[in-house]
């Protein structure tokens, strides 16, 4: 399926840039206290960096459902009125998500300059806004749907099922 193939490329991606940061991280403390001549763009990067990881994984987090939600009253409505308020709120959603999309374009065409050290164009850097919204509000979208199906019942009896099995795996270990 193609959101899971886009998904793993996704934490692929992720696992990367985390990895990179780290090794930079590294580097840079190391050549700042051993050799006395620090990276002087890492800082830069690294917030830039600690941006994109926030944005790309809001977009996992989204697919999984482990966004924090206002689902009191669509938890206790049942049938068509839990799908009615769920849909609202999904439609809700991608009306916003889709203003931000629509203005962080607007705001990301404005953007000529660079950024100060590393001079990196900032449009780059400010482009995971709109993509991530963009996904997300698709993500979103195909969650929705999946629900509609009766696909994310399966998945959350797994998940369940999981959990038993760890809590398990835990008490097991506690008795030891």
């Known amino acids: 399926m193609i959101p899971q193939y886009f ?23 190391i050549g ?3 050799f006395l001549a620090p990276i002087i763009w890492a800082e830069e990067i690294l917030g830039y960096v600690l941006v994109w ?5 809001s977009i996992l987090i989204t697919w999984d459902g482990g966004h924090l939600k206002m689902n009191l009253i669509s938890r206790k409505l049942t049938g068509i009125c839990q799908i009615l308020v769920n849909g ?13 999309v629509y203005q962080s374009f607007i705001a990301i065409g404005d953007l000529t300059h660079v950024s100060q050290v590393a001079e990196i164009p900032m449009n780059w850097l400010h482009s995971i806004i709109p993509i991530s919204f963009f996904v997300i509000v698709g993500c979103i979208v ?5 629900n509609l199906h009766g696909e994310l ?12 099995t760890t809590s398990q795996s835990k008490n097991t270990l506690g008795e030891l």
């Open 7 to 29: 998904l793993s490329f996704v934490r692929g991606f992720l696992s990367i840039i985390l990895l990179g940061s780290v090794f930079l991280i590294v580097a840079n403390s």
């Open 32 to 34: 700042r206290y051993v």
């Open 53 to 57: 990881l926030v944005y790309l994984g």
């Open 88 to 100: 609202f709120g999904i439609i809700a959603f991608c009306g916003i998500g889709a203003i931000i």
């Open 142 to 146: 195909i969650r929705f749907s999946k």
């Open 153 to 164: 019942d399966k998945e959350a009896e797994q998940v369940e099922s999981l959990l038993n």
